[in-house]
């Protein structure tokens, strides 16, 4: 090897002597800011974690007296239980039913759906399952001028040739109770608006039903009816 080979070599290996030197120093400063940045991210974690801790008490605390995601639908699970919904629907229809507002949701249904009848407030009648020569009815609403055949489907389908055998008993019942054509009205309700068999049967979703019931909600005098009616049309537009 020649002294100029010696040289370089020489040369080479203080050079890669000091870019490893260089190299640790760099790797020890880039530790030291990692680590204060790891110290200042735990810190700041932990005024978050206690910011959120302290919320979440208080969201506990003021749960406690509005309950609000209490629900007693929910709570018995018949969200999807479509005798459960004819029933409270028979039942807000029900003049004298036991929430005690009269007719209050029908004619706010009236309303909401233009339907433009005349009837007594306090002289008309709700049957739920109505039998009739070819079907069963969900809910029937009629007085001497006016008959409502309403069938609903939560999550079933409409059976063989139903809303067809339905209109026809829905002809025979205005024909018995000598009510005019005009004043005979059937309604399909369903969560999505499905349409009917039969093209007579007017396709109404649940979200328009409780749209039509949240207009009448200022009207409830009675609190534990608005709480459940609330609750009710809750379940309506979830499902």
């Given at each position: 090897?020649?002294?100029?080979?010696?040289e370089?070599?020489?040369?080479?290996?203080?050079e890669?002597?000091?870019?490893?030197?260089?190299?640790?120093?760099l790797?020890?400063?880039?530790?030291?800011?990692?680590?204060?940045?790891?110290?200042?991210?735990?810190?700041?974690?932990?005024?978050?974690?206690?910011?959120y801790?302290?919320n979440?008490?208080?969201?506990?605390e003021s749960?406690?007296?509005?309950?609000?995601h209490?629900?007693?639908?929910k709570?018995?699970?018949?969200?999807?239980?479509?005798?459960?919904?004819?029933?409270?629907?028979?039942?807000?229809?029900?003049?004298?039913?036991?929430?005690?507002?009269g007719d209050?949701?029908f004619?706010?249904?009236?309303?909401?759906?233009?339907?433009?009848?005349k009837?007594?407030?306090?002289?008309y009648?709700?049957?739920?399952?109505?039998?009739?020569?070819?079907?069963?009815?969900d809910?029937?609403?009629?007085?001497?001028?006016?008959?409502?055949?309403i069938?609903?489907?939560?999550?079933?389908?409409?059976?063989i040739d139903?809303?067809?055998?339905?209109?026809?008993?829905?002809?025979?019942?205005?024909?018995?109770?000598?009510?005019?054509?005009?004043?005979?009205?059937?309604?399909?309700?369903?969560?999505?608006?499905s349409?009917?068999?039969n093209?007579?049967?007017?396709?109404?979703?649940?979200?328009?039903?409780?749209?039509?019931?949240?207009?009448?909600?200022?009207?409830?005098e009675?609190?534990?009816?608005?709480?459940?009616?609330?609750?009710?049309?809750?379940?309506?537009?979830?499902?």
């Open positions: 090897m020649t002294g100029i080979e010696k370089n070599m020489a040369f080479e290996n203080t890669l002597k000091n870019l490893f030197v260089s190299f640790q120093s790797q020890s400063k880039l530790e030291s800011k990692n680590e204060l940045l790891q110290r200042k991210n735990i810190e700041e974690y932990k005024i978050f974690l206690d910011r801790i302290q979440l008490n208080k969201l506990y749960n406690r007296k509005v309950a609000n209490f629900n007693p639908i709570l018995f699970k018949v969200k999807f239980d479509e005798i459960t919904h004819s029933n409270i629907l028979s039942w807000i229809f029900d003049p004298y039913g036991s929430h005690n507002q209050l949701f004619k706010y249904f009236l309303k909401h759906f233009n339907y433009s009848i009837y007594d407030p306090r002289n009648k709700v049957i739920k399952e109505c039998r009739g020569d070819e079907s069963i009815v809910i029937v609403i009629y007085s001497k001028d006016f008959v409502f055949f069938e609903n489907k939560t999550l079933s389908s409409e059976g139903q809303t067809n055998r339905e209109y026809r008993d829905l002809r025979r019942f205005s024909k018995k109770m000598s009510i005019k054509k005009d004043s005979i009205f059937s309604i399909f309700l369903s969560p999505k608006g349409k009917p068999l093209k007579n049967f007017k396709p109404i979703t649940y979200r328009s039903l409780s749209i039509a019931f949240e207009e009448s909600l200022e009207e409830i009675a609190p534990y009816v608005g709480y459940f009616i609330k609750s009710w049309l809750n379940i309506l537009n979830s499902i």
